[in-house]
């Protein structure tokens, strides 16, 4: 035997709740569509009870009480016992509201029954209302495991933000699954960063971003007791950055800024947003054309800046066995301009900005990869790679 408790949200004395022009009220709605659920569910065959057959507003402890009360009276035990509260939302600008239409379902923190019962009135609405729009929010088990792992392997969300952001998307699956997901779920990142206050500074650089406005801000960087040391102006004082920003950068697991300043016109600068402290949007500002100009070429610049960081953008010629194949690719993309070269080798055209960083990429594969040209950029690297072995010498 199962029991169903209706309630119908707000009362005739709750402020508010109603349409502009106040000839909708959301508590008689609430009631006229509670009582259209009863008659219909008893008709099937249902037990039904109402929670609050007065027009006056309870509390929201008053509810939880008698809900409680009538859960205990009944008998049953409590998953045979499902209660829900009928609500109308406002949506509209305030002289559109007869427009608005749709329907949600809200559930308990947590993974309960509830969302299972959430999940049924979802899949009926898709059978029987097939006129009307309603979201998609079935996630596959390996759909919702790839949100989860992306979340894990992004060192700017913080170990206590990674446990909230994996409950949450865990509970898209339901319980069953959320607990299947769970129990299989593998922690593997231990590098994760410590500013919780990141998705306060995203949210600030998104909000600037969309509404064309510049943003203020302090960076730092950490010392050997990780303690944070603020970067300074001449005075000693801590340096209050004031730029542009053009675009949030995705990169190897961190987030960062690109963004102008009319202090260094001839080029954009990178902030790891981890490291940027009290980000605040400048409401009395806006963004300059020189600013705009860059956004066409955030994909370029973040193939340059982000793959081979600092350093002159190049094109140079590589040749490697065809082994490496696959770790060209991860690093440069599959779209990278391969041709081969003999049986055993393959030459690569790259866009790429010289510098220690892409030296030290080359060099984890020692002799089975070289440039072929230009031949100052091949001498430039012997030379680093000489300079390194003489240090060596000296010190051993």
Sequence with gaps: MHKIILDAGHGINTAGKRSPDGRFREYKFNRIIRDAVAEHLRLRGYNVEILNPEETDLSLPDRATRANNMTCQIG???????????????????????????????????????????????KAARKHLPGQYVPERDFSVPELKILIDAVQAANFVTEKKTKELIDR????????????????????????????????????????????????????????????????????????????PVALILSEDNYYLMAYSDRHPESTATYRVDRMDIVQVVEDSELSEEALAHLPGVSDYTEQVFRMHNGEPTTVVLRFGKGL?????????????????????????????????FYGWLAQFGSDIKIVKPKEVAEMYYGHLRAILDSLSEKY
């Excluded at 060209?328 to 599959?334: A, L, P």
Aim: net charge neutral; aromatic share 10%; glycine share 6%.
């Design 76 to 122: 049953l035990p409590i998953q045979n016992v499902a209660i829900i509260s009928i609500h109308a939302n406002a949506a509209g600008n305030g002289s559109q509201w007869m427009k608005a239409r749709g329907w949600c379902a809200y559930t308990c923190k947590g993974h309960t029954l509830s969302d299972e019962l959430a999940n049924c009135l979802y």
């Design 169 to 244: 998307i865990a509970a898209l699956g339901g319980s069953f699954r959320g607990e299947l997901l769970k129990r299989n779920m593998a922690y593997f990142n231990s590098r994760k960063h410590s500013n919780e206050a990141i998705l306060y500074s995203v949210d600030a650089i998104e909000d600037a971003i969309l509404r064309k406005k510049k943003i203020e801000f302090y960076y730092f960087d950490l010392d050997e007791d990780k303690i944070r040391v603020y970067r300074c102006d001449e005075t000693g004082e801590r340096k209050h950055y004031r730029v542009e």
């Design 325 to 357: 194949l696959g770790p060209v690719y991860d690093k440069f993309s599959e779209k990278t301009e391969v041709r081969s070269v003999n049986d055993t080798e393959c030459e690569a055209t790259l866009s790429v900005r010289v510098s220690k960083t």
